[in-house]
């Protein structure tokens, strides 16, 4: 089983960066599909990007293309979620979350999640 701790969230403001980081234990990490989802208060939870377990694909919801990249590195079993041009939308709490199978858009394919880290763009 394995543990995902996030980190790295904060105020920031409109057109700043932030960089989120996702710390695995307690498993084979390269093992792991991972994937950032973020939730808004009174909206469902939705996928920001995802990276395969060999790192080498990657998404992104159309939402944050060409402003997000995500990353990671299977040595320090950490994933990465560097944040650009952030907007006042992309206010969230942000979660990482592990699947062992085949994963995609849908929150139910990963069957372990972070705590969440709290995310604020303000104007």
């Known amino acids: 089983q394995v543990r995902l701790v996030e980190s790295g969230g904060g105020l920031v403001q409109a057109g700043g960066s932030l960089r989120l980081s996702c710390a695995a234990s307690?498993?084979?990490?390269?093992?792991?599909?991972i994937g950032w989802f973020r939730q808004a208060p009174g909206k469902e939870r939705e996928l920001v990007a995802r990276v395969r377990r060999n790192g080498a694909i990657k998404h992104y919801a159309d939402s944050v293309k060409g402003r997000f990249t995500i990353s990671r590195d299977n040595a320090k079993s950490t994933v990465y979620l560097q944040m650009g041009s952030l907007k006042p939308e992309d206010t969230a709490v942000y979660y990482c979350?592990?699947?062992?199978?085949?994963?995609?858009?849908?929150?139910?394919?990963?069957?372990?999640w972070g705590q969440g880290t709290q995310v604020t763009v303000a104007t």
């Open positions: 979350a592990a699947s062992l199978g085949i994963s995609t858009f849908d929150p139910n394919d990963y069957e372990y």
């Open positions: 307690g498993g084979t990490f390269s093992n792991y599909d």
